[in-house]
């Protein structure tokens, strides 16, 4: 069984400059998270996703980033315009959420984002 | 509001002793409490969850861990550590559907 998908692996840009990233989860998942993770720290919870609905993005700087799962499937992080502060790792977690229940999450590998 | 604390940095440990990766908690609820392992340029991996029930859980790779609701602690352990357990480690704490909040971390060095 395919894992969940992220790509890029790795994107640098300048400051200013638009970048997106790609997320395809497990097969049947129906949510779906982003992850921001600095360097040394642990993942901060970006966005969350029951299907194509976002539940929970309430960490989520609106003023210039934006996600969307349209289909409940695969999903899109968008940051526009990039500032330095924004080089971290960008995680993609999925799971399959049933009634309530606390299932565990699957991980990309993760897009390293350096921005110049 | 929920939180997790690592309290160590890093731990080390030789190769074939036990080893412990400590976690506390503060929820207002009942937790949900998960270990994570990232391996370098890997992206994280479950390891174990406590729900409900027993308070100790075993998980993947010979690890488990013990929930103890006086202490608000979910510690990892392993009776004998290897070499290729050295890694970065992650509590979790889930209150509310499916809300988490992850610890900073604790790198596992087991030394041979």
């Known amino acids: 069984e395919a894992g969940v998908v992220q790509s890029p692996r790795y994107k640098i840009i300048e400051k200013k400059q638009p970048v997106a990233f790609w997320c395809n989860p497990i097969?049947?998942?129906?949510?779906l998270y982003w992850y921001l993770q600095n360097l040394g720290q642990g993942p901060e919870l970006l966005i969350r996703?029951?299907?194509?609905?976002?539940?929970?993005d309430s960490q989520l700087p609106k003023d210039r980033f934006s996600a969307e799962r349209l289909k409940g499937v695969d999903s899109t992080l968008k940051i526009q315009p990039a500032e330095l502060g924004d080089s971290a790792v960008y995680l993609c977690?999925?799971?399959?959420?049933?009634?309530?229940?606390?299932?565990?999450?699957?991980f990309g590998p993760g897009t390293r984002l350096t921005v110049l | 509001a929920q939180s997790v604390a690592q309290p160590e940095d890093q731990v080390n440990v030789a190769e074939g002793n036990p080893l412990t990766v400590k976690c506390t908690y503060s929820?207002?609820?009942?937790?949900?409490l998960f270990w994570y392992v990232q391996y370098p340029n890997r992206g994280l991996q479950f390891l174990l969850k406590?729900?409900?029930?027993?308070?100790l859980v075993k998980g993947s790779y010979g690890f488990e861990a013990e929930f103890n609701k006086s202490q608000t602690s979910f510690h990892l352990k392993k009776p004998s550590a290897l070499v290729s357990d050295s890694a970065l480690y992650f509590c979790?704490?889930?209150?509310?559907?499916?809300?988490?909040?992850f610890g900073t971390g604790t790198k596992l060095q087991v030394i041979p």
């Open positions: 977690a999925s799971s399959l959420s049933t009634g309530g229940s606390y299932n565990e999450q699957f």
């Open positions: 097969s049947g998942h129906n949510t």
């Open positions: 996703y029951e299907n194509e609905e976002a539940v929970d």
């Open positions: 929820v207002s609820g009942n937790p949900y």
């Open positions: 406590y729900i409900t029930g027993d308070n």
């Open positions: 979790a704490v889930i209150e509310g559907y499916q809300k988490v909040t």
